[in-house]
């Protein structure tokens, strides 16, 4: 990484373009248009008879508002990324896409001045030991290049970018670096905030604070939510190191790496979230819950869940996101198969008893949980929910939260529902054989109850709520069903591939399809990449489940000494999918791969049918 003296700010007042440079015209780039047969004559004489209504300047951005098509197959919407990496490819430029979380922009930004970007509407993407990567969307200007490189001392390679992400990112890269600059000269200014492990002794002789207010603060804060919501994030991870701070975000279950930030820059953001969550600020000693709810920048309101941890370098945070529009859909937008919604309607159309939902930390419970619960609360019904925390405020529902400070766990929680006339309880989670007793009590005074377990899957509740110790009777008459789920990616609907499978591919979707012996599928979808799903080639996630339905015959197999394989089997042979199996149906549909399934998905257990 290059020093900051060995870079330098070039002022805007600089050599004028030389006349050996020329801006693209509109005129040129619709007649490469023409000569690839990309537009039609009629539309390409439509956008130049009309360019002085456009607002847009760049010749690219023109022809983008126009949203014509491709006449190409396969008739591509030409949108302006589009267009940029095909221009790159006509001329023989490098294209580049500008993926923000993937630019450390403090070292960029000290390539050149924010005034000097601006005049010749470039943008440096990348410094490495060897070259700076700068980005323009003007092929044919070329004096700035070989203005900056006796300046910089490296070879300057030139891509061609998207010009609105030119003049976008100009701004905020900027202004974002100028807000870590400050912060951090203040917090260097004020001796440094004592956070690590290592001075935690050091606590008791100071109370400095940074002041999260400052508006360089606030603005980093607004841009980390703000490239979170645009880029689907679940989860934000703002994690202190020895040194320097990190960022991260989970986006469709998988956590990437977006920024590095100074240590002082990281302890900020971090008070200045816990004021936004009415969390206390100078407490850093004890694990702190809270809650923020914004809007993002179009207008969509959208609430998060903070969690602070102590750590040996300082607090990590993390947000978890919620979107209120989850609360809203369907079931088959979740990844329910027709059977899986025919057997929960079953299950949740009943007066009373207990349904249980199942998996691990992140697997998409409280989300069925809440979509249902959506569906059941009409205004004739009382919905009650314990929680720990509250995951998403809804109005439909009547929420408490589990409050440890005052003794008011779930059993009590449950004990005091009892008494507000519910129809429907809701239970955060059945932890403790206490939990359990109330939501079987309040089952059996004739409330519907719906909770969750942790276990691997649907059999394995029933176990579970005998080993919290629960009689085999009291499950036998409360029990209406377990539904076990995961999430697994989902293919992106612009860039997936389909192939008829490989030997190993068969392979494995034999042993997948173990114990219901699914037939090969005759082609398998693929993950590629494309700018759409960030060259991941999955684009959001949905359920797989697996729904045990409470039957006389399994009924039968639950006592003291339950067999667990002995209900799995006979929950086989009255048509239990198990998650696998739901996975492979989704992979025949093309809606995800079958190496997401093998990941996510546990194995089948007890393989044969008996």
């Not at 979170?228 to 975000?249: K, L, N, T, W």
């Not at 004739?380 to 005052?406: H, K, L, R, W, Y």
């Not at 909770?451 to 009777?473: E, F, K, Q």
């Not at 009255?574 to 025949?588: F, H, N, Q, V």
Request: hydrophobic share 40%; net charge neutral.
């Amino acid at each position: 990484m290059p020093k900051a003296a060995s870079i330098v700010h070039l002022k805007a007042t600089v050599t004028p373009i030389t006349e050996a440079d020329r801006k693209l015209t509109l005129k040129e780039v619709l007649r490469l248009l023409l000569d690839d047969q990309i537009l039609t004559r009629e539309e390409a004489e439509q956008v130049h008879a009309e360019r002085h209504n456009s607002k847009a300047v760049h010749p690219l951005s023109v022809i983008a508002e126009r949203q014509f098509k491709n006449q190409q197959p396969p008739h591509k919407p030409l949108h302006l990324e589009a267009l940029t990496e095909w221009l790159a490819g006509k001329l023989g430029l490098e294209y580049f896409h500008i993926d923000p979380l993937k630019i450390n922009f403090s070292i960029v930004t000290e390539v050149m001045s924010a005034a000097y970007a601006s005049r010749l509407q470039v943008l440096p993407v990348q410094v490495t030991p060897h070259e700076v990567v700068i980005a323009s969307a003007e092929p044919y200007v070329r004096e700035w290049a070989l203005e900056l490189t006796p300046v910089l001392r490296k070879p300057i390679r030139r891509v061609f970018a998207n010009p609105l992400d030119i003049e976008r990112f100009q701004v905020e890269f900027y202004n974002l670096a100028r807000s870590v600059k400050k912060a951090t000269q203040k917090e260097a200014l004020q001796g440094g905030q004592i956070s690590n492990f290592e001075q935690l002794v050091e606590l008791s002789k100071t109370n400095r604070q940074f002041d999260a207010n400052e508006q360089h603060i606030v603005s980093i804060v607004d841009w980390l939510w703000q490239y979170a919501f645009e880029q689907r994030a679940s989860d934000i991870h703002v994690e202190p190191r020895r040194d320097i701070g990190i960022v991260r975000f989970r986006i469709d279950g998988v956590l990437h790496q977006v920024y590095q930030l100074p240590m002082g820059v990281i302890n900020a953001m971090t008070s200045r979230i816990k004021i936004l969550g009415r969390m206390d600020v100078v407490e850093k000693r004890r694990p702190q819950d809270g809650r923020v709810k914004t809007r993002t920048p179009q207008g969509t309101e959208v609430e998060l869940r903070l969690s602070t941890l102590p750590t040996a370098f300082g607090e990590k945070l993390v947000m978890r996101i919620f979107d209120p529009d989850v609360l809203v859909r369907n079931f088959v937008e979740l990844g329910f198969t027709d059977d899986d919604t025919t057997r929960w309607a079953h299950m949740t159309r009943q007066p009373n008893g207990i349904i249980l939902v199942t998996g691990p930390t992140g697997s998409g419970k409280t989300t069925t949980l809440y979509s249902t619960l959506k569906q059941l609360a009409t205004p004739e019904v009382n919905v009650c929910t314990i929680e720990d925390p509250i995951e998403m405020v809804e109005g439909a529902f009547n929420q408490m939260q589990v409050q440890a400070s005052i003794d008011l766990g779930f059993a009590d929680g449950v004990r005091a529902l009892m008494r507000q006339d519910p129809d429907i309880i809701m239970i955060g989670e059945i932890r403790d054989l206490p939990t359990a007793e109330m939501a079987i009590q309040a089952a059996l005074t004739g409330h519907l109850v719906l909770s969750t377990l942790h276990t691997n899957d649907a059999p394995s509740a029933i176990t579970r709520m005998l080993d919290l110790g629960v009689p085999a009777y009291l499950l036998n008459a409360t029990i209406l069903g377990v539904m076990a789920q995961r999430l697994v990616r989902t293919l992106c609907p612009h860039c997936k591939e389909a192939a008829a499978p490989t030997e190993e591919e068969a392979a494995a979707w034999t042993q997948l399809a173990i114990p219901f012996k699914a037939p090969v599928p005759t082609q398998i979808y693929h993950p590629v990449g494309c700018l759409e799903c960030r060259n991941t080639g999955y684009s959001g996630r949905m359920g797989i489940y697996e729904t045990l339905l409470m039957s006389p015959a399994i009924s039968r197999l639950i006592h003291s000494g339950a067999d667990l394989a002995l209900v799995r089997q006979q929950a086989y042979r009255e048509d239990m999918k198990p998650l696998r199996i739901s996975g492979a149906l989704k992979i025949a549909k093309g809606q995800t791969s079958l190496d997401e399934v093998l990941r996510i998905a546990p194995p089948a257990q007890d393989e044969k049918m008996g």
